[in-house]
């Protein structure tokens, strides 16, 4: 059964640091891309970056380029979102995705985790 498990959310003051970790089971994550999205009430759900290991390629949105790095752990089937100077806006539910690449369909999602920033 293909699971994937967000982690590492909570509440952190502005200017702050969080690490995601989005532990994958039922599937290697070196054979699929996995991505990183938010939502946050009211708004529009936000893709925010992507790893695949297959072709090392990595993206970012603008919004997080620059302060949030992904990154994957294959021994562990984990990928990881360390994310840096948080701000108020970047409150919201994250959640990882399977993807076929970076650029492709997505098939499954996390339960997401909750990252909420304060002023």
């Known amino acids: 059964e293909v699971q994937l498990v967000e982690s590492g959310g909570g509440l952190v003051q502005a200017g702050g640091s969080l690490r995601l970790s989005c532990a994958a089971s039922g599937f290697t994550v070196d054979d699929y891309a996995i991505g990183w999205f938010r939502q946050a009430p009211g708004k529009e759900r936000e893709a925010l970056s992507c790893i695949s290991s297959r072709d090392s390629s990595t993206w970012y949105a603008d919004s997080v380029k620059g302060r949030f790095t992904i990154s994957s752990d294959n021994a562990k089937n984990t990928v990881y979102l360390q994310m840096n100077s948080l701000t108020p806006e970047d409150t919201a539910v994250y959640y990882c995705?399977?993807?076929?690449?970076?650029?492709?369909?997505?098939?499954?999602w996390g339960q997401g985790t909750q990252v909420t920033v304060s002023s």
């Open positions: 995705v399977r993807r076929i690449n970076c650029y492709g369909t997505y098939d499954y």
